[in-house]
């Protein structure tokens, strides 16, 4: 086989995100077996950031089907351009393979009835059972028809999905270990994530609201980006403006996204994540992983990466009580954070491997690209 089978990865991220994150790291550590070509939306905020890393990307309009009449109405003859320009780019680059990153980019499954002679892996990085079951049946049902190979993100995805001899589960692969930082923690409480609405830096500022005057010298720092979108931006003033409402600005700092999480983890004193939903947790993982005790809801991946109290604090989504008692806990206890911080940092390494996800992943690849000789 050519070692330098092309490979398009297709993601739908408008911004840096954690699922492009993930499909990046592996793409990085594959690269010397395979070429990686990237399609992403137009006037995504990632493009920079890939084509920093030397992979040939393209912009492509890659919609998203909502609630609106307009965009029902339009989304087939939209999906149907699409997938020309997508036709367009794999032939040009002699594609061998496809990786569609998000499991309701319905581009392949339109393209395959149209004779499509690729093979593509479906990667479902989103928690199924958040859209509409009738969205929800025709996506799954179309790659179970037409891809190759789907990958959950986690068991926990998996569960949501049928059995079925193509479906697997292919968790994110971990970071590449780092120097650990020189400074010492910091009194600070870390929330990092985009701010979008569900993520739960709101419950954050409210539970920190109801300790924060125990605590002056504590500090809690939100690292993220709106996506470029208004009511992402809408709700990331509503946070500073709930702060200022609650009597704790000064102890809130927002900051923008960050290209060095591992400063930001090793630098905080415990990390926080109260999604209403995670498929996975790319945030947890790598709080786990650059030693950070961990606060997180359980909201699905979290769940699974975490063991309660052991290699971290798990709390009911919305309970902002819990939330507030558990960063009580800790704050309180530097002996109890070193604990977790220490069981996280052996658990994370133990429960999962990077060469493993990238030697599934590159199985895959290879399995495609037999498949699909040239």
Not at 4 to 9: P, S
Not at 152 to 181: F, T
Not at 324 to 336: D, H, Y
Request: hydrophobic share 45%; net charge positive.
């Amino acid at each position: 086989m050519n070692k330098m089978k092309k490979v398009l990865i297709i993601e739908n991220s408008v911004a840096i995100t954690g699922s492009l994150h993930a499909v990046l790291r592996t793409s990085i550590a594959l690269r010397n077996e395979y070429e990686f070509v990237f399609i992403l939306p137009f006037g995504s905020k990632a493009v920079d950031l890939l084509r920093e890393k030397n992979f040939k990307t393209y912009e492509v309009p890659l919609y998203e089907i909502s609630k609106s009449f307009q965009s029902i109405l339009l989304y087939i003859p939209r999906l149907i351009r699409s997938a020309y320009r997508v036709r367009q780019i794999a032939r040009a680059e002699n594609i061998s393979a496809i990786h569609v990153n998000d499991f309701y980019n319905l581009i392949l499954p339109l393209w395959k009835i149209a004779g499509a002679p690729y093979p593509y892996l479906c990667y479902v990085n989103f928690v199924p059972d958040r859209f509409p079951l009738p969205l929800r049946w025709i996506w799954i049902n179309s790659h179970l028809l037409f891809s190759s190979h789907i990958a959950a993100v986690s068991n926990y995805v998996l569960r949501q999905l049928p059995v079925h001899q193509k479906v697997m589960c292919i968790p994110d692969a971990l970071p590449d270990e780092v120097v650990a930082g020189s400074e010492e923690k910091k009194n600070r409480l870390l929330f990092l994530g985009n701010f979008i609405q569900g993520k739960g830096q709101d419950k954050a500022i409210r539970a920190f609201a109801s300790i924060a005057a125990h605590f002056p010298d504590w500090k809690m720092r939100f690292v993220g980006g709106d996506m470029g979108l208004e009511k992402n931006r809408v709700y990331r003033q509503s946070l500073s403006d709930l702060a200022d409402e609650l009597g704790i600005a000064t102890q809130i700092e927002m900051s923008g996204f960050s290209s060095d999480v591992a400063k930001e983890y090793q630098q905080a004193s415990i990390a926080l994540n109260f999604s209403v939903s995670e498929s996975f947790s790319l945030t947890v993982q790598e709080a786990m992983f650059y030693g950070c005790p961990i606060i997180a809801t359980r909201s699905g991946g979290p769940a699974e990466l975490i063991k309660d109290h052991h290699s971290g604090i798990l709390v009911t989504v919305n309970d902002v009580e819990q939330m507030s008692t558990a960063m009580k806990t800790l704050i309180e206890n530097p002996a109890e954070r070193e604990r977790l911080r220490s069981n996280a940092w052996i658990a994370i390494r133990e429960q999962y491997s990077k060469a493993k996800t990238i030697e599934l992943l590159g199985e895959v690849y290879r399995e495609m690209i037999l498949s699909h000789p040239q």
